[in-house]
């Protein structure tokens, strides 16, 4: 990750969520950072926003910020979702985010555990950098998915599209539901 600064420019984040349909509910926040997107959404439902990040440094900066902010209902959890699931009950969220994550080892692990903590009538948005090598930033291209690649993925863990976005300058969003 860059700094966090250089990061936050390549985003119109509460943009992003609007368009994306995210409000009310519990949301869950997966590979969160540095709450680029767990902060505003904190502020687009009165439930909990659900902020799960393995990497300790960074729980710990977000703890730290929604706490300077007041943000009462930013719950930070630091797990490895791939490997431990997010420890969330079935069913149990509104909406799930899986921003600039699915480059990840086992992108499949993470979307059937977002179907599997998602209410019945829930979305799983997903954003991601263009499959692009002119984006100022965003992971390898060997690595890095086409939108065709993350529906595959998602039919395979149990969801269906049911949106795409173009997000300018330098994303797109799929919104997926239960199949
Ligand atoms: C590129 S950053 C994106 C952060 C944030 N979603 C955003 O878009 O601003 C990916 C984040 O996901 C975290 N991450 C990657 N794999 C994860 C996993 N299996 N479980 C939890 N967090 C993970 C990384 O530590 C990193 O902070």
């Known amino acids: ?90 069913k149990s969220v509104k909406h799930v985010l899986l921003f600039n994550i699915l480059h990840c080892e086992k992108p499949v692990n993470l979307l059937k555990e977002a179907k599997r903590i998602l209410s019945p009538n829930g979305s799983v948005a997903v954003i991601h950098w263009n499959y692009d090598p002119d984006t100022p930033r965003g992971p390898p291209m060997h690595i890095r998915p086409k939108p065709e690649q993350i529906i595959e993925w998602a039919e395979k863990a149990g969801l269906t599209l049911h949106e795409t976005h173009d997000l300018p300058p330098h994303h797109y969003g799929l919104v997926f539901k239960h199949k």
């Open 1 to 90: 990750m860059p700094q966090e600064l250089h990061w936050k420019k390549f985003f119109k984040p509460k943009q992003i969520l609007e368009t994306l349909g995210i409000e009310g509910g519990r949301i869950a926040d997966i590979g969160s950072g540095y709450g680029t997107f767990s902060i505003p959404a904190a502020a687009r439902t009165r439930n909990t926003v659900f902020a799960i990040e393995m990497e300790p440094e960074m729980v710990q900066q977000l703890k730290g910020k929604a706490k300077r902010k007041k943000l009462t209902n930013i719950k930070t959890i630091q797990r490895d979702v791939s490997r431990q699931g997010t420890g969330l009950k079935d």
